[in-house]
């Protein structure tokens, strides 16, 4: 076992500092938990992208992986034993170094030094059958007996987060909180741009032609994208022999099922220059390069054997406009709020305050829905022109969900418990606040297929202030443009990517989704993600650059401004990027983010805060 442990360790490209002592630990962690040593590597790799370290396995890292193994095991032991509960509200921090400056600390709430983590063994008892805050013993939740309600976990730029709240808290339920309440500034333009696949759709079609043509579709967009920068020549067919240089387009391809490897990687080129035929790639030459299944790169290099197409250089990343063409603006946006549509779109300004969250809304251990309600509470108090919630609303990996105990319906729930909560608040904000709804494969109450068609919630009295978009999908708000995709792509790239002399790993895995102009590029796709190329194929595909990328993934929260090369030779194109986290992570507490965008990224400041 312990080569086996080796042999995993050097498959994945980790290196191994102190080989023998790191050995000796991770062969006990295979006894004690029960794990082979690839299920202990992939549990490795999940750490060290969550504390974005290098490929370097260190000693001094094992004691806190050891830490992570026994949180994992613990809570399969929870979902397997659906009975058993142990009421811990756990908060993980990272102490890792970003790239974007300094290590923030987290700050307390007003009046508060220290962040602490609560260990609730059993629920306190407090006059009788009532407990201290005034709710009956059954529905005191270790979630609802946290402290500190708010606490700021990184920011970008800067923005002020945490004032006041412990006044916040005081007049949570005061009588006179309507009359104090300030609305919104102004009331938010919204335009859908992608609107496909449609409601209703019928799914579950896709044939092996459409797969096909949807694969060979995007080579020839990126074969036409190179040749027309002027940078690159025609594409040649890469499996014939050839003592000269030549420049090949094509997808990165396993040759064999399971995970990809750097031996063998294979590069598929299109039906017009090769016939659809494959060959190795040799990367030995290249210092630096990042490859997964599904992507579409260029490649420099020479094939004298006609075997292996020996690389010099990888290309990766098509300029991608910034504006949409006027086509695509004709046949696929769709407005919103036409009547309430300045005359001049000019007028409108390219400011935008937004709170971004992504489900679950309710802990593991209940379906009351409490960090959806203090959500909304905080967006109450911030007072944001949009609320951003990607799904799952109603989970499908929910303990009680799977067990079938429920008394009412999916959809029953969803009304019931989600969109009651929005209506009250879009009511109590007035007209000027908007949500935004996404779907997620992981909803029980709506089509499991991806992409994935908008909710039909028939709300015609607040269709114009709650609005749902599809999976993925985009909008415009004050001329922003918003991306926003509920599949975990990061999580599901991270297991499938095969990288040399990359520093920072998570920047990397952000920067295929817009170098690749896809919101989902890999393929074959993970094992729980339905895609279907036949439904709607372009709603994959960013036809615009987003100024704002929102990526939910169980990895780690962050909020970054990414660069990227522009159209015009010197040109530098930035989006932000944020992955809001989980806002119920178990039976604790997770994360969203507030974001203030002020005419470009670098300008604009925002907060990942923990609930």
């Given amino acids: 076992m312990e080569d086996q442990i080796r042999a995993e ?45 290098e490929l370097i396995v260190s000693d001094a890292h094992m004691d806190a992986f050891r830490q992570q193994l026994q949180i994992e095991q613990k809570q399969a032991i929870i979902e397997k034993e659906q009975g058993l509960h142990t009421y811990t509200d756990v908060t993980m921090e990272f102490n890792d170094e970003h790239e974007d400056g300094k290590e923030i600390v987290p700050t307390s709430p007003a009046g508060q030094n220290d962040v602490h983590l609560e260990s609730f063994d059993a629920t306190p008892i407090v006059n009788g059958s009532m407990h201290k805050s005034g709710k009956p013993l059954e529905l005191v939740t270790p979630f609802g007996q946290r402290k500190d309600k708010f606490v700021v976990h990184s920011t970008l730029n800067s923005i002020p ?58 080579i020839m967009k990126y074969s036409k994208a190179l040749v027309a920068s002027q940078l690159y020549e025609e594409p040649v067919d890469p499996s014939v022999a050839s003592q000269k240089s030549i420049f090949a387009v094509g997808m990165i391809c396993c040759e064999e099922e399971g995970r990809l490897k750097e031996k063998p990687i294979m590069l598929q080129s299109s039906v017009e220059h090769s016939g659809g035929q494959r060959v190795r790639l040799d990367l030995q030459k290249l210092g630096q390069f990042s490859l997964f299944p599904g992507q579409v790169v260029g490649v420099e290099g020479h094939n004298p054997s006609g075997h292996y197409l020996i690389a010099t250089k990888i290309v990766d990343y098509v300029p991608l406009p910034v504006s949409v063409d006027d086509n695509f603006r004709q046949t696929k946006r769709q407005a919103v709020d036409q009547d309430n549509q300045p005359a001049d779109s000019s007028d409108i300004p390219s400011d935008l305050s937004l709170i971004i969250a992504s489900g679950p809304f309710t802990t593991t251990d209940n379906l009351f829905f409490e960090p959806l309600s203090e959500l909304l509470a905080y967006a109450q108090r911030k007072q944001p022109q949009l609320l951003v919630l990607l799904g799952p609303f109603i989970d499908s990996e929910h303990p009680e969900i799977k067990k079938g105990t429920l008394n009412r319906t999916y959809d029953e729930l969803f009304r019931l418990e989600v ?35 908008a909710f039909d919630i028939n709300l015609a009295d607040l269709n114009h202030q709650i609005t749902c978009i599809t999976n993925p999908g985009m909008f415009s708000a004050n001329k922003v443009k918003v991306g926003c995709c509920s599949v975990d792509v990061l999580k599901q790239l991270s297991t499938d990517v095969v990288s040399r002399g990359i520093k920072n790993r998570m920047t990397t895995l952000t920067n295929h989704l817009l170098s690749q102009h896809s919101f989902y590029p890999l393929y074959p796709p993970a094992e729980d993600t339905p895609l279907d190329l036949s439904l709607a194929p372009e709603a994959l595909r960013m036809s615009t650059l987003p100024d704002i990328l929102i990526v939910p993934s169980d990895l780690t929260q962050f909020v970054k401004v990414l660069s990227l090369e522009g159209t015009n030779e010197g040109e530098e194109v930035k989006c932000i990027c944020v992955n809001p986290g989980r806002l119920a992570r178990g039976e604790g507490s997770g994360h969203f983010v507030q974001l203030n965008f002020h005419a470009t990224p670098d300008s604009s400041s925002a907060s990942v805060i923990r609930i």
């Fill in 9 to 53: 360790f050097r498959k994945n490209n980790f290196v191994l500092v102190e080989e023998e002592e790191i050995v000796q630990k991770c062969l006990t962690f295979c006894i004690n938990y029960d794990l082979s040593p690839s299920d202990l590597v992939s549990s490795w790799d999940l750490y060290s992208i969550n504390r974005q370290l």
């Fill in 161 to 218: 987060i945490v004032n006041d709240i412990k006044e916040e808290q005081g007049k949570e339920n005061s009588d006179d909180d309507v009359i104090k309440r300030v609305q919104p500034s102004q009331r938010c333009s919204l335009e859908i741009i992608s609107s496909q696949p449609a409601p209703g759709c019928r799914y579950m079609y896709d044939r092996i032609e459409d797969k096909f043509n949807c694969l060979e579709d995007r």
């Fill in 419 to 453: 969109l009651r909560r929005l209506q009250d608040y879009v009511e109590y904000m007035g007209s000027a606040a908007r949500v935004i709804l996404v779907p997620s494969v992981r909803d029980a109450h709506h089509d499991y297929v991806f992409p994935q068609p």
